[in-house]
């Protein structure tokens, strides 16, 4: 029977995962999107309810989930017509692939409802579109991961080729939210447009690093490979207590350190749950002054979007 109504989750991500800007991605299980979407016999796109998150728009032409959908439905060259509720998991200007999350539950939950017209590689260029509403740019670091679990490479954006790479199964991650919103627009114009030779190859290391740390399940070669000398430089001004976050993390055992996507969330890497667990407790003396500051503790998640209902 052809189903009228589906409900998704779509999970949140870490976008760059330290070394690899617009390149690596990393779903995480804390945090993501639940999308219910609904035919309608009005041949328009609505958005009846948006819980979680305030500031975003219920026009359909602006909204990230009903933007993506939009685009693929222009695709398809379909009329047909849809009612969204989004429940937002994941703060937009948080750092933890908010729009990105968004936007892979829009297009996944048409395409079901279309009887899956696409594979979900070929939803990644919508999804991304959609995603291009918030950061201005287009790129796929976070939609997909949020797509297709786990952790993703953009080996090429144009032609679109993703990657995956499996997970240690004692990868751990602890992850703080200071109390500010970082603009994800913002903070991708802050950067130049080229960088040291000296840099780039150190950078170039640990790109190669993190991949053979992952492929070699080895926490330490992952955390220390998730330096980068490109983004954090530049960002890490727009995050309170980066340093004092820090130290804080490496101190309670952590593998490695950064920001996640562009801030303001900061992510540790840890070998099993309970350096994670430590971790967080450092955090949270750190932030004690900061009552909009979230802590999280979580593993990747393998899974991707899905269907829950």
């Not at 017509?81 to 297009?107: L, P, T, Y």
């Not at 820090?246 to 309670?252: F, S």
């Not at 949270?284 to 393998?302: E, H, I, M, W």
Request: aromatic share 6%; with cysteine; proline share 5%.
């Amino acid at each position: 029977m052809e189903k009228k109504e589906i409900r998704v989750f779509s999970p949140g991500s870490i976008g760059n995962v330290g070394c690899g800007f617009d390149v690596f991605g990393l779903a995480i299980a804390a945090v993501g999107d639940t999308v219910t979407v609904a035919r309608n016999n009005s041949g328009a796109l609505r958005i009846l309810a948006l819980d979680g998150d305030d500031s975003l728009p219920l026009d359909p032409a602006k909204n990230i989930v009903t933007v993506g959908v939009k685009a693929m439905l222009s695709a398809l060259q379909s009329p047909l017509g849809f009612d969204f509720r989004i429940s937002k998991g994941v703060a937009a200007g948080s750092g933890m692939g908010s729009s990105g999350s968004s936007a892979v539950a829009g297009v996944f939950a048409v395409n079901e409802l279309l009887g899956r017209p696409y594979t979900q590689d070929e939803l990644l260029p919508f999804a991304a579109i959609g995603e291009q509403r918030a950061s201005v740019q287009l790129h796929y670091d976070n939609v997909a991961p949020s797509m297709l679990g786990g952790f993703t490479v953009v080996r090429s954006a144009d032609p679109l080729e993703i990657l995956q790479v499996a997970v240690p199964d004692n990868l751990y991650l602890a992850l703080v939210k200071p109390g500010v919103v970082v603009n994800t627009g913002v903070a991708k114009k802050m950067l130049g447009e080229s960088m040291p030779i000296t840099r780039a190859v150190a950078q170039f290391g640990n790109i190669a690093g993190l991949v053979v740390g992952l492929q070699q399940q080895d926490i330490g070669l992952i955390g220390r490979s998730v330096e980068d000398f490109l983004a954090t430089p530049v960002r890490l001004q727009l995050i309170p207590k980066f340093n004092e976050a820090r130290a804080a993390a490496l101190a309670a055992g952590a593998a490695g350190f950064n920001i996640s996507g562009s801030g303001p969330a900061l992510f540790a890497v840890c070998a099993g749950e309970g350096t994670a667990r430590k971790v967080l407790a450092a955090w949270r003396k750190v932030y004690q002054d900061d009552g909009n500051a979230s802590f999280y503790l979580t593993r990747p998640d393998t899974e991707g979007v899905r269907v829950v209902a």
